[in-house]
């Protein structure tokens, strides 16, 4: 019944600037969950991005910092990243994440994931 919906990646220069963005459909209380970009290249784990607190802290990845920019909108139920100052090995596809925070059952959160949109950087 939950839905992310990722968008915005595509093919970009080097030094160039994308913005992502994943909206969120269904039986979600978007403003009680934190959200986290993650991102996997061809052959290698899937790594943390960047990630936004239903109270809005945030924290990136060393490799992005200082170049990459989480944000939340709660009344749109969307979350985007900010790509600035892109690499090469930023080359990945990108995907959504949903973390419930609060009211959970017992131990146990839900957490959803989106499909994924691929950033290709390159020239």
């Known amino acids: 019944q939950v839905q992310l919906v990722e968008s915005g990646g595509g093919l970009v220069q080097p030094g160039g600037s994308l913005r992502l963005s994943c909206a969120a459909f269904?039986?979600?209380?978007?403003?009680?969950?934190?959200m986290g970009w993650y991102r996997q290249a061809p052959g290698k784990q899937r790594e943390l991005v960047a990630t936004i607190t239903s109270g809005g802290r945030k924290n990136y990845a060393d490799s992005v910092k200082g170049r990459f920019t989480i944000s939340r909108d709660n009344a749109k139920d969307t979350v985007f990243l900010q790509m600035n100052s892109l690499k090469p090995e930023d080359t990945a596809d990108y995907y959504c994440?949903?973390?419930?925070?609060?009211?959970?059952?017992?131990?146990?959160?839900?957490?959803?994931w989106g499909q994924g949109t691929q950033v290709t950087v390159s020239s």
């Open positions: 994440n949903a973390a419930q925070e609060y009211y959970c059952s017992g131990n146990v959160c839900s957490e959803y």
């Open positions: 269904g039986r979600i209380i978007f403003s009680i969950n934190a």
